[in-house]
């Protein structure tokens, strides 16, 4: 066994059974040692990234990309930082120039040479291991997968020269692992006394999408409604008795929260894009638990538990009294249908609903930096946790279609909601599509620019430039890939489209036409009436 080997060995062993890589001169040895395993070849090293991140928040498992020296690592840059932002357990593995061709101190312009290629990554990654002999890279492997799996969670970044990847693989070291601590009785006591006898509302966060049982349990037992973070739809599920299934952003759900005596948050996600800056109208008192300890957070709990999400709410059900409900179950049919009435608006709602209508209960929604995407990923009905993947964190536009590729090479049907600004700037993955077979409908919503920086503009009162685009014949350009197209003249006909596509299994471009008015998620919008 080679190192590269070694690599892909143990990233499957931690669920990266499939890696997501674009070859080079300095990583060849990834694609000779894979022996049936190769990497998924993608066409730019950003979209390598973005689809282990879309495997990773689809699985809750280890997503793992492999890229190669210098451009490809940089290339690669964006699309880590995105992981960063949204806590996706990613392990991006790059190469370097060969061993024996570097001088410490010395640049003398060997391919693709850099003075610290690992220092583009140290200021976004949980972890950085630059290992450089087969032995060390034995000792770290283990370690740089627990890293990125141990709470926070978070992309990790590890490079080996080219020299080494194709030496003999040295026996593994030992990794501590990430099993997150029990909880302290005395931190879930203090919590309960806190919660015991007051309105409370549930903040669920993305740390809360693998214990989503728990907090419905918890939810029905105490009365508590649940407002889903953009990373924590789904939990719980929008059908749930006790989902709010709105963002904290629109007015039916700020005044929900405003209303309750604690605000009980569960698995994170207290950022400045799911309260508006902090802004959002915040309960007297705040109790959160958390898998690991929050860095100075900027709303200080009246009491934290810290450890197993899972144990924490079972230990509340344990010590706190049944109570019945005490807020309006409804309130979403009452905001979408506010939303649907307005003429502003009406046009987002068909969409949102075209969308829920068109999946099943397995699909992946993947959601652009697009307006389409901001109200599909923040409206749409959520069937259940890790069945939406929104960029929200670092919005970094040209997410939709490369990330699609993780949970559909996971076995998921995926569509993708992208606009044609964000579409544009992964077009070649359309050919990953093809070439896998992956079963991904991609839905462009076209404005012929960018929709949310138009509307910048125009409520700053500026001229609109540099907003406008030049797109192609969508259906043409899928057509001159292999992909299947449908193009749809009104958004209020997308539905039955939308569903055939999806329904049918395999890369299908659906196209259409529509100005939207971005949603109140978006921070233009946070405090317009």
């Known amino acids: 066994m080679i190192v590269a080997e070694q690599v892909l060995d143990v990233v499957a062993r931690h669920g990266a059974r499939t890696v997501f890589g674009l070859p080079g001169v300095h990583n060849l040895a990834f694609w000779r040692a894979a022996d049936g395993r190769a990497p998924v070849v993608v066409r730019h090293e950003q979209a390598a990234v973005y689809a282990a991140d879309g495997w990773a928040r689809a699985t809750g498992g280890l997503g793992a990309a492999v890229v190669t020296t210098g451009p490809g690592a940089a290339n690669a840059v964006a699309a880590f930082g995105e992981a960063a932002a949204a806590s996706s357990p990613v392990l991006l593995v790059a190469s370097e120039i060969p061993q024996a061709l570097r001088r410490p101190g010395r640049l003398r312009g060997v391919l693709h040479e850099s003075r610290d290629q690992a220092a583009l990554f140290a200021p976004l990654a949980r972890a950085v291991f630059t290992p450089r002999t087969p032995t060390e890279v034995a000792a770290v492997l283990d370690e740089a997968v627990a890293a990125a799996m141990r709470h926070p969670r978070g992309p990790v970044y590890l490079d080996i020269p080219a020299d080494v990847l194709g030496q003999p693989a040295e026996p593994l070291g030992h990794a501590e692992g990430w099993h997150e601590p029990d909880p302290a009785a005395a931190e879930i006591d203090a919590a309960a006394e806190v919660l015991r006898g007051r309105r409370v509302v549930i903040w669920a966060g993305g740390g809360a999408l693998d214990v989503e049982p728990s907090v419905a349990g918890l939810a029905a037992h105490i009365g508590a409604p649940v407002v889903s973070t953009f990373q924590g739809r789904g939990v719980p599920p929008t059908d749930h008795p006790t989902a709010l299934g709105l963002p904290p952003h629109e ?187 992956l079963p991904v409908t991609v839905l462009v919503v076209d404005d012929a620019g960018y929709g949310m920086l138009r509307y910048d503009q125009v409520v700053a009162g500026h001229p609109e430039v540099g907003v406008d685009l030049v797109t192609p014949d969508f259906p043409a350009l899928a057509a001159s890939f292999g992909v299947a197209s449908t193009a749809v003249d009104r958004v209020d006909d997308l539905a039955a489209p939308l569903a055939a596509a999806v329904a049918g299994g395999r890369p299908h471009l659906v196209h259409v036409r529509a100005r939207l008015l971005p949603p109140r998620i978006t921070s233009p919008r946070w405090h317009q009436d």
Not at 348 to 370: F, G, H, I, K, Y
Not at 396 to 403: C, K, N, R, S, V
């Open 251 to 437: 007015p039916e759900a700020a005044e929900l929260i405003g209303s309750a005596e604690v605000l009980l948050a569960v698995g994170g996600d207290l950022d400045g894009m799911n309260t508006r800056n902090w802004t959002m109208p915040r309960p007297p008192a705040l109790v959160t638990i958390d898998p690991a300890p929050v860095e100075q957070p900027e709303w200080r709990p009246d009491a934290a538990v810290t450890g197993k999400l899972g144990e924490a709410l079972r230990g509340l059900v344990e010590r706190l009294p049944a109570r019945p409900a005490w807020a309006k179950p409804d309130l979403r049919a009452t905001a979408l249908a506010r939303l649907a009435a307005d003429p502003a608006t009406a046009e987002a709602v068909a969409l949102v609903e075209a969308v829920e209508s068109a999946r099943t209960p397995d699909t992946v929604l993947v959601c652009d930096m697009a307006v389409a995407g901001y109200w599909v990923g923040g409206y749409a009905a959520a069937p259940g946790p890790r069945r939406l993947a929104y960029p929200v964190g670092w919005g970094t536009l040209g997410f939709g279609l490369p990330a699609s590729i993780g949970p559909a090479a996971a076995g998921h049907p995926v569509l993708a909601v992208c606009g044609d600004g964000g579409l544009m700037m992964a077009l070649g993955e359309l050919a990953t599509l093809v070439q896998q077979r």
